[in-house]
């Protein structure tokens, strides 16, 4: 939290919270969530898009920035972590080919990190494909990219981002047009 003062510190109209529960409804223009739904199971991702839905006002934003561990991006950080960790969940062959297959391993070393908050560790497993499906639920998508080369799509790239707004927004971008410009391998 400091780190996050400090580096905002004189943005105009930024305001820091220990707990979400302090957060007024309909409050919030934008949402950044980086690198935190591949940790969560799915219970706990449900809770959260219900947090976004609260707290975000109609023309609300949410960027969700999540790793890809599929295709090709899975198999050269499963390299990498072969060589740091040979052996562990996330550094075993088998897990590694069946995510470049696109068929990432399903189960997955689930931990308690506080009462009641499962957290998966590991980003093995984690398929940005289901993500994105269960966030057309809940949430419209106006934009998918891939990163840090957009050109690249998810083809290539170890990241994806997603933008996206409350179901009760209006927006001229429709579903469609984000599937056709969106690269999902």
Avoid: W
């Amino acid at each position: 939290m400091e780190e996050a003062k400090k580096n905002l510190n004189g943005v105009p109209n930024v305001v820091f919270t220990e707990t979400v529960e302090t957060i007024s409804t309909s409050s919030v223009d934008l949402i950044f969530c980086l690198e935190v739904f591949e940790h969560l199971p799915s219970k706990e991702t449900e809770d959260a898009f219900n947090v976004f839905k609260r707290v975000l006002n109609d023309q609300g934003k949410i960027v969700i920035g999540l790793p890809i561990e599929v295709g090709i991006p899975s198999l050269y950080k499963g390299l990498f972590r072969m060589v740091r960790r040979f052996g562990a969940y996330d550094a075993r062959i088998g897990n590694i080919l069946r995510s470049f297959a696109y068929v990432p391993p399903k189960e997955r070393p689930c931990s308690e990190i506080a009462p009641g908050f499962a957290y998966y560790f590991d980003h093995m497993g984690f398929d940005y494909r289901v993500f994105a499906s269960v966030l057309r639920e809940h949430f419209y998508i106006d934009q998918i990219t891939g990163g840090p080369f957009p050109a690249f799509g998810a083809i290539f790239n170890p990241e994806i981002n997603f933008l996206a707004r409350p179901k009760a927004s209006h927006s001229h971008v429709s579903e469609a047009d984000v599937a056709k410009k969106a690269v999902l391998a």
